[in-house]
């Protein structure tokens, strides 16, 4: 019972990491940051630059104009980062790799339901096929093998091999 209450400790603990980084990482950093830029560009930039002090004499409207300019150019950036350039298919590339659930079926329903469902249409159609006479040794051997694949799957196990990059 004692080690039941340290497994929920650890992944209680675990559960705080990352909704820490993430409201660290994707919150407050990106707030802190952006503030931080602001004064910084204002303080060290535009207080030493007379011409640009005529223009922005006070904090606030400089703020509020780079806040007005800087959220659609950062929504322009973002949609050409994920439309426009490789770097999002690199992205996806390098998860894809990582991702051990592109090999294997995940926990939950997909495992428990999904992959016996799978396993059992295709062994019942293959059985009615060959009843019917309508499928070769070559198709039959096709089905034999996704039916090994989906036992390695319905089983915890992988199958296929994650796809490297060819520069590396």
Do not use: C
């Not at 004064?39 to 207080?47: D, E, F, G, M, S």
């Not at 790799?97 to 939950?108: M, V």
């Not at 091999?161 to 590396?168: A, E, L, N, Q, V």
Request: hydrophobic share 40%; net charge positive.
């Amino acid at each position: 019972m004692a080690w039941l209450s340290i497994m929920n400790i650890g992944r209680l603990a675990g559960r705080a990491w990352f909704y820490f980084r993430m409201g660290y990482s994707t919150y407050l950093t990106f707030l802190v940051g952006y503030i931080s830029t602001l004064i910084t560009v204002y303080y060290l930039a535009i207080k030493n630059s007379p011409q640009l002090l005529e223009l922005f004499p006070r904090f606030v409207p400089f703020a509020a104009l780079s806040t007005a300019v800087g959220i659609p150019l950062s929504v322009g950036l973002g949609w050409m980062h994920y439309k426009r350039t490789p770097a999002f298919t690199s992205e996806q590339d390098i998860q894809f790799e990582a991702n051990p659930y592109y090999f294997k079926l995940p926990p939950g329903y997909y495992r428990e339901v999904f992959g016996p469902v799978y396993l059992e249409l295709l062994t019942l159609m293959k059985k009615l096929s060959s009843t019917q006479q309508l499928i070769d040794d070559q198709e039959r051997k096709r089905i034999e093998d996704l039916e090994r694949k989906l036992n390695v799957l319905n089983d915890g196990g992988y199958v296929g091999t994650p796809r490297r990059s060819k520069m590396y």
